[in-house]
């Protein structure tokens, strides 16, 4: 009954309690702290509806603290870092004589010097939260940005072979020639196996389709260095003149990545868009897209023109027809576009 009447008196209700003014926490602590005479504390506490762990808060607050920098008292927290274990650690993370030490080996080695004692999960997690940066910048090499570029059609070849797998967990091996200059595919091969025929059959394909066009020189055939390019048949094939190799990235710093890009649009681009269930599917599917990336698909390096307009230099044309249409298609959309009109565009 003290209690309440006195929570009364002071002019509090229990909703005060939960959103409290500065000026209304001070009366209510003050209203605690007379009452708690009469009636234990837990008990006063669990009557008002009040943690013991907010009451002790506040008291903290009424007394203040002159640790600005703290971001909690160091009393009620006896186990934590003093700040120059902070700054030892800080040093040690950020030093360049420790750079070669990774962070969790450096926590048992700063104990060790006996430096500081702490576990590795709070180097961590201090190196986390204060966006402390480890000297250990990474120097490599620059990349070329811009792969090996022919200047015209069977000048540079690229040959490589991918996995693709089917429902049943089975592989099938899809083997294929594409010319540097005009990205035209122009052999290709789907095997159940992993044959080194396979290599010598995409080539010959390919010069059969390169006889087609004017101008053949000995291509420049860039591979990598796996067993269905390194064979006595292959060897043969270049032996005979027809075809020079180039071991990617050892006779030459540039990699096969051109054939290894269009693998990745043949397979998230349209083979994964199907059931891959057997070998005649995949090979079914293969032609499709090769054909369609041949024959129809403009290549944004090209300005419009398709593989088969580059290779065989059909397209000559097609930049400057789609330019005179695309200035054509301007035109008509401004003129239509200023014959509409509203009740506001009519005053």
């Known amino acids: 009954r003290f209690l309440i009447v006195a929570i009364r008196v002071s002019g509090f209700s229990f909703a005060h309690l939960r959103v409290p003014e500065e000026k ?34 506040w008291k903290r607050l009424e007394a203040g603290c002159d640790l600005e920098d703290q ?137 059969k389709v390169s006889n087609t066009c004017s101008g053949y020189q000995q291509p420049k055939v860039m591979m990598d260095g796996g067993g269905e390019n390194y064979n006595s048949k292959v060897d043969e094939l270049f032996e005979s003149g027809l075809l020079k190799r180039i071991l990617a990235q050892t006779e030459i710093s540039f990699s096969n990545s051109m054939i290894e890009s269009w693998w990745r649009v043949l397979k998230h681009q349209w083979l994964y868009l199907n059931s891959l269930d057997s070998l005649g599917k995949v090979e079914k599917l293969i032609s499709f897209y090769v054909n369609q990336h041949n024959e129809h698909l403009p290549h944004s390096a090209f300005k419009g023109q398709t593989p088969d307009e580059m290779y065989f230099e059909l397209g000559t044309n097609v930049p400057i027809e789609l330019e005179e249409q695309r200035e054509l298609a301007r035109n008509r959309r401004l003129e239509k576009n200023r014959l509409l009109s509203c009740s506001v565009c009519e005053e």
């Not at 926490?25 to 506490?45: A, D, F, G, Y």
């Not at 190196?127 to 490599?140: A, F, K, N, S």
Request: aromatic content about 8%; proline content about 4%; glycine content about 4%.
């Open 24 to 57: 209304k926490k001070l009366k209510l602590m003050r209203v605690i702290e007379n009452s708690k005479k009469l009636i234990p504390l837990n008990k006063l506490l669990s009557l008002v509806g009040f943690s013991s762990a907010r009451y002790y808060a």
């Open 71 to 207: 971001s909690s008292c160091p009393t009620s927290n006896p186990n934590r870092l003093t700040t120059e274990e902070i700054h030892e650690i800080k040093d040690m993370v950020i030093s360049d004589e420790f750079r070669h030490v990774s962070t969790g080996t450096l926590s048992v080695l700063a104990q060790r010097l006996g430096r500081v004692f702490a576990s590795s999960s709070t180097w961590y997690r201090l190196v986390r939260e204060r966006g402390w940066r480890r000297p250990r910048i990474r120097l490599h090499p620059e990349k070329p940005r811009r792969g090996i570029r022919a200047k015209k059609p069977n000048e540079i070849w690229h040959v490589d072979t991918t996995i693709i797998k089917l429902l049943d967990g089975s592989r099938v091996y899809l083997h294929a020639v594409i010319d540097n200059f005009s990205r035209k595919i122009l052999g290709w091969k789907v095997s159940s196996s992993f044959k080194k025929m396979n290599t010598v059959e995409i080539l010959l394909q390919a010069i």
